[in-house]
Nanobody, 118 residues
Framework: QVQLVESGGGLVQPGGSLRLSCVAS????????MGWYRQAPGKQRELVAS???????NYADSVKGRFTISRDNGKNTVYLQMNSLKPEDTALYYC????????????WGQGTQVSVSS
C-alpha cells in the first residue's frame, strides 16, 4: 500500500490562492501517474487535474487557467497550485497515485479541506 500525505488546505477568501502538496511513500514515484480529485458535500468525487509520468497534464474545465498541477520526482511530491479561488472550489481534496509498473499499486490520500469564503 502506498501512503499518500496531503497538506496545504485551509480557509481562503475568494480570489485567493493555495498550494496543495502530496507526498508519496513509493520507490517508483517517477513511474506513476498522479491525480488531484475533490468532493464537495452531497456531490460525487471528481477529477480536478492529473499528470502522467511524462509530465502530460489534464484539467477539469472548471479549473482550467486557474489551477496548475506539477510534480517533483526527486521529492516524491505532486503539487496543485490553485489561484483565483471561487466558493465553488470548496471541497475535500484528495491525491491519488497509479503506479504504471509492477506492482501496479493504486492509493488515495486522506484528503485536505479547502474552503473558499469571505
Amino acid at each position: 500500500q502506498v501512503q499518500l500525505v496531503e497538506s496545504g488546505g485551509g480557509l481562503v477568501q475568494p480570489g485567493g490562492s493555495l498550494r496543495l502538496s502530496c507526498v508519496a511513500s513509493t520507490m517508483i514515484f517517477r513511474f506513476a501517474s498522479m491525480g488531484w480529485y475533490r468532493q464537495a458535500p452531497g456531490k460525487q468525487r471528481e477529477l480536478v487535474a492529473s499528470i502522467t509520468r511524462d509530465g502530460i497534464t489534464n484539467y477539469a474545465d472548471s479549473v482550467k487557467g486557474r489551477f496548475t498541477i506539477s510534480r517533483d520526482n526527486g521529492k516524491n511530491t505532486v503539487y496543485l497550485q490553485m489561484n483565483s479561488l471561487k466558493p465553488e472550489d470548496t471541497a475535500l481534496y484528495y491525491c491519488k497515485i497509479n503506479e504504471e509498473i509492477p506492482p501496479f499499486r493504486s492509493s488515495w490520500g486522506q484528503g485536505t479541506q479547502v474552503s473558499v469564503s469571505s
